[in-house]
């Protein structure tokens, strides 16, 4: 399982730098290229090779054919370049419709081969979290839709909101939740709290699937007080989530560090955000960029980086030495400093702050990536 899910996460690296040389480059399409960039590549091929991942490893399952993850990966690939190229070069519509279904492709594809996981799987522990996985799917198709709609020039209201809040907490969002109380317990070499019970995982999930539908709905109804009541309520739900995870003992966080650092700080922006969000929607204003830039960046950004810290050196192999190696390689203490610097600089508007910080994470992390593909030898 790990060969099929390195080759997701290297695609998903070059989406990350990608995105972060969009944000410095000049361009045509503002801040939509760097968050596509990242959102739909980055961040979506790194939800394909995770899950995955995580669904065959908890479940005691097989391994999903080799030939649909590859189809999966392209897809995905193709779909993301050519529809950045179709908004950069103001190509025609049909252009971005394909692009975008194509993208939903490869969700259709993963979550297929996520439900032949649960299917087989000879344990039932992680049923909770692909479950919460294909609800995630489920909305960020709708999410697609909408979203494909607004590039072929439909004039309904609010699609590009309702796209943006699919994705961003239905997707995004609904995939950190399934998720977290497994990894949290993976990081802290710790047992999963008694209280993340399949049952409470599924209603968690299940709040901030409903949140994001009525945030949805009220967008795309004009009805603010519907949007903001969705919204604090998925805060809600991010509360939940935090508190179903393990909370760790000195000694957790110790050896964990800065990856435990990146996900609990990351978990606060998510919340912090949210809530942001919902004041804006009562307020009848349009989310500022900015707060987008900090959940991104801050929130789901941290989470990520704060996971793959971990996953990483599990994912290279080569036996006790090199696992070890690897742990301290990722103890990334400077783009933990620089992303919070990043989505603190992202809210109070300062674009130079922001791009600074994102350039010292990408900068550490291609480091650090490079450190962890050379022999154990020469980095001792």
Partial sequence: MHRQTRPGLA????????SGLAAIAPHNTGAWLPLHLFL???????ISAVTLMLAVTW?????????????QRWLLTAGVIVLAAGREMALAGLTVAIAASTIAASMVILGVLLARVRRDASLDRFDAAIDGYLTALTLALVGSALGAMAGVGHSASGLVSMHLTLNL??????VIAATLPYMTATQFRSKMAPRATPRTIRAVVGALAAATVVTTIGIGTRRELLAGLGLITYAGGIAATIAICPFPRWRNLRWAGPRAGCIALGALWWFGATVGFAACAWS????PTGLIVALVVGGYAQILAGSLAYLAPVLRGGGHARLAQGFRLTRCWPALVAANVAAAGAVFGSSIVALAGIAIVLGDGMARAALLTRPLHEVA
């Fill in 169 to 174: 907490f239905g997707l995004v969002g609904v």
């Fill in 284 to 287: 009848a204003l349009d989310a």
């Fill in 59 to 71: 479940s005691a399952g097989l391994p999903p054919p080799w030939s649909a993850v590859r189809l």
């Fill in 11 to 18: 695609f998903a690296g070059a989406f990350a730098v990608a």
């Fill in 40 to 46: 739909a590549g980055a961040v979506l091929h790194a």
